[in-house]
């Protein structure tokens, strides 16, 4: 089985930045696509971005849209998720994961990520909390 594991968050004013990593094997990284999901209290877990091991294309919600960003490091073999102009509504724990499944992504691929999730996963990471408050 596939493993992830994020690092990062924190708490953050309204207008911050935060960097979030998710550090997985570079066979891991070469071969399966990488997504970043999030659950607020009382919602439903979402996903918010993806970045394709075939190509490197990106994929976002559309309320993170110009605000987040995806990029590899391959020293590190992380998938770092570059977080700016945070709002409170960015609040909830953020979990990276991988090893997607299902027709719908057979389908789609990474661009069906971000938004409910209508597909299975078969590993997570434990999870990170991004707080913004002020």
């Known amino acids: 089985q596939v493993q992830v594991a994020e690092s990062g968050g924190g708490t953050v004013q309204p207008g911050g930045s935060l960097r979030l990593s998710c550090a997985a094997s570079?066979?891991?990284?070469?071969?399966?696509?990488i997504g970043w999901f999030r659950q607020a209290p009382g919602k439903e877990r979402e996903g918010v971005a993806c970045i394709s091991a075939a190509d490197g294309s990106t994929y976002f919600l559309d309320s993170v849209k110009g605000r987040f960003t995806l990029s590899r490091d391959n020293a590190e073999n992380t998938i770092n998720l570059q977080m700016d102009n945070l709002k409170p509504e960015d609040t909830a724990v953020y979990y990276c994961a991988t090893d997607f499944y299902g027709p719908r992504f057979v389908d789609g691929g990474c661009r069906v990520i971000p938004g409910p999730l209508k597909y299975g996963v078969r590993s997570w990471g434990q999870g990170t909390q991004v707080t913004v408050s002020s």
């Open positions: 570079r066979s891991t990284l070469d071969y399966y696509s």
